[in-house]
């Protein structure tokens, strides 16, 4: 199975700053690289994702940067605001997820006024 | 997310009590996920199920079960056999993407 670390586990900046947060993985056959929002109480949110034959991608403020080859994927936040205050959690998929995703033990980002 | 819901959103129950938590959808996908997520915790996956009246283990099915007799319904039973129920309880379905349901709280009194 998919072994899946995230780094860090709490990730506090200041408003405005950036942020990244990392998500390695050890599956090789890993193809889709989600991440996913969660607000308190709330449920997780796809926010961005990325498929292994694009190496970056972008929507607004967030990014999602893959590198196959050391199989690792971040997330990267720029111009944090404070609604961005939420657990991120990564689940790459090795087998087009039908299996269900492995999760990530999730970033808790604080955005700091 | 939009077309996933879930009953009810809290739940309480007695110990020794199996209880049955609700997950729809209308996005006429085939398959369908029950996660479970303790308090600063990470999701864990309990059953999947890749189509009609077929359903698998996850990695933590003991003190669980599952059915699928609709592509539109999988509920989850909670049986008196699973130790530490309290947690949310959150179901998916899956297209090209993965989308969760709002989630039940279930807490054992």
């Known amino acids: 199975g998919e072994n899946v670390e995230q780094h860090p586990s709490t990730l506090s900046v200041q408003e405005g700053d950036s942020a990244v947060i990392k998500c390695t993985y050890s599956?090789?056959?890993?193809?889709?690289f989600p991440w996913y929002k969660q607000e308190l109480g709330k449920r997780p949110q796809l926010i961005i994702d990325?498929?292994?034959?694009?190496g970056e991608k972008k929507d607004q403020r967030i990014a999602v940067t893959l590198n196959k080859t050391a199989k690792h994927f971040s997330l990267h936040i720029t111009e944090t605001q404070p609604e961005d205050s939420a657990v991120y959690f990564c689940?790459?998929?090795?087998?087009?997820?039908?299996?269900?995703?492995?999760f990530g033990k999730g970033t808790h980002l604080i955005i700091q006024p | 997310d939009g077309g996933i819901t879930q009953s009810p959103k809290y739940l309480f129950r007695k110990e020794g009590q199996n209880v049955t938590l609700s997950c729809e959808q209308n996005?006429?996908?085939?398959?369908m996920y029950w996660y479970r997520q303790d308090p600063g915790q990470g999701l864990r996956l309990i059953y999947y199920?890749?189509?009609?009246?077929?359903?698998q283990k996850g990695d933590i099915a003991e003190g669980y079960s599952v059915s699928r007799e609709k592509k539109e319904s999988f509920p989850l039973t909670v049986t008196s056999a699973q130790k530490n129920p309290t947690a949310f309880y959150l179901c998916?379905?899956?297209?090209?993407?993965?989308?969760f349901g709002p989630g039940t709280r279930l807490t054992v009194l």
């Open positions: 998916a379905s899956r297209g090209n993407e993965q989308f």
């Open positions: 599956d090789s056959a890993s193809n889709y």
């Open positions: 990325i498929r292994s034959n694009v």
């Open positions: 689940a790459p998929d090795p087998g087009g997820g039908a299996d269900g995703l492995t």
């Open positions: 996005l006429n996908h085939d398959a």
């Open positions: 199920s890749q189509i009609v009246n077929d359903f």
